[in-house]
């Protein structure tokens, strides 16, 4: 499925399909004895889309060693389920001292821009005061509050939910929330960025500065220049194998090519100080293998991002 200006999704198709497998893929982290992360509500919602290769990775029925690996495919590659799951075990952790530091900061505003599956107002320890808004497309939105509502999850801070399309004016939106400009903020953008075109990730970048006081923090990650074709050989690969399992979604179809300013260098000259640490870096600390060759090097090219705007 190719991306279109006005395309939508529900949380089985298309990006809303994304945002499962990464749902997924945090609760498989989760559970592991000595877990990098704790998302205890990861299990419930991606259950709850009703999708049945989703469940099955759950439930242990689909595994790196079922069916077999594709001929041509690297055994230790990105997009094997082992390796997908510590990836978004180190991300998931990042993002989360990345809030943690923010509001032990003083900072209790706090944005999650295209939020998906995430149930940070649910899980993290928010000082008492602090706001969390949560940003995304109302059908994402009214699923997971319905969802968490069922299970008597309740929030730990304040939560305030943007049913919006951040095609849309998600800036209003926000503010109609009760978004104070006026004061410090922390933001997340994660995974979100290469589901953008280029000049809106730009309008993005330009939006949150705008709307961010002195002392706002931005988290984001991107991919440095000199591996696209990586990328590529990766979602396909990764299609190619989860495909036969019922997983039909091709990574490569739902993104936007071309030429984009690196987040880093854009925030950097909109009077952001940003901090860099690769992928590679976070594996190094959490003490998790890398093997050499392209995994290596696309590990390397995946920059996460911590900016204070001065």
Not at 3 to 30: E, I, K, M, N, P
Not at 173 to 189: H, I, Q, T, V
């Amino acid at each position: 499925m190719t991306r279109t200006d006005q395309d939508s999704w529900d949380l089985a198709s298309s990006v809303g399909a994304t945002a499962t497998w990464v749902a997924a893929c945090r609760a498989l982290a989760g559970n592991r004895p000595d877990a990098l992360i704790d998302d205890p509500f990861a299990d419930p919602l991606v259950r709850a889309v009703g999708a049945e290769f989703f469940t099955r990775v759950l439930d242990g029925e689909i595994t790196d060693e079922t069916g077999g690996l594709d001929a041509d495919a690297d055994p230790d590659a990105e997009f094997n389920l082992q390796r997908m799951v510590d990836i978004m075990a180190v991300r998931t952790r990042y993002f989360d001292d990345f809030f943690t530091d923010a509001t032990a900061s003083g900072v209790r505003q706090a944005v999650i821009l295209a939020s998906g599956l995430d149930s940070r107002p649910y899980r993290l320890a928010w000082p008492a005061g602090t706001v969390v808004y949560e940003i995304d497309q109302p059908a994402v939105i009214d699923f997971k509050s319905t969802t968490l509502a069922k299970l008597g999850a309740r929030p730990t801070a304040e939560r305030r939910t943007v049913s919006v399309d951040l095609r849309d004016d998600w800036l209003n939106a926000l503010r109609d929330k009760g978004f104070d400009e006026s004061r410090p903020s922390a933001w997340s953008a994660e995974g979100l960025l290469m589901y953008l075109p280029p000049e809106a990730q730009d309008r993005l970048f330009d939006a949150i500065t705008t709307l961010s006081a002195p002392g706002s923090r931005l988290a984001t990650e991107y991919h440095d220049g000199g591996t696209p074709h990586l990328l590529e050989k990766r979602a396909k690969a990764m299609a190619r194998r989860w495909g036969q399992f019922g997983f039909d979604v091709d990574v490569s179809t739902l993104v936007y090519r071309g030429e984009r300013t690196p987040a880093a260098a854009y925030l950097t000259a909109r009077g952001w100080q940003v901090s860099r640490r690769t992928r590679a870096d976070m594996f190094a600390e959490a003490g998790l293998h890398i093997p050499p060759g392209d995994s290596m090097e696309a590990m390397r090219n995946s920059i996460a991002v911590d900016a204070v705007l001065r």
